[in-house]
């Protein structure tokens, strides 16, 4: 998950602030995942990916 909304990130054209400014999450923590030195969260994963244009959903069993 985290390097699907990595790679859509970087294809998207945005910048690490506007994303993090769409998505409602600290810029900091933005930086950090984006950048590969952290990991963030479902619900940090889910506004990303709201702003991506991107949809988490469960994996049917």
């Known amino acids: ?17 506007e994303l993090a400014g769409r998505a409602g999450v600290a ?13 963030v969260g479902l619900r940090n994963a889910d506004k990303f990916c709201r702003v991506l244009g991107l949809e988490l959903t469960r994996k049917a069993r």
Do not use: C, P, Q, W
Not at 1 to 17: C, H, P, Q, W, Y
Not at 27 to 39: A, E, L, Q, V
């Open 27 to 39: 810029y900091s923590i933005t930086h950090r995942f984006i950048s590969g030195h952290g990991n």
């Open 1 to 17: 998950m985290d390097n699907v909304i990595r790679k859509t990130f970087r294809e998207s054209g945005l910048t690490v602030a």
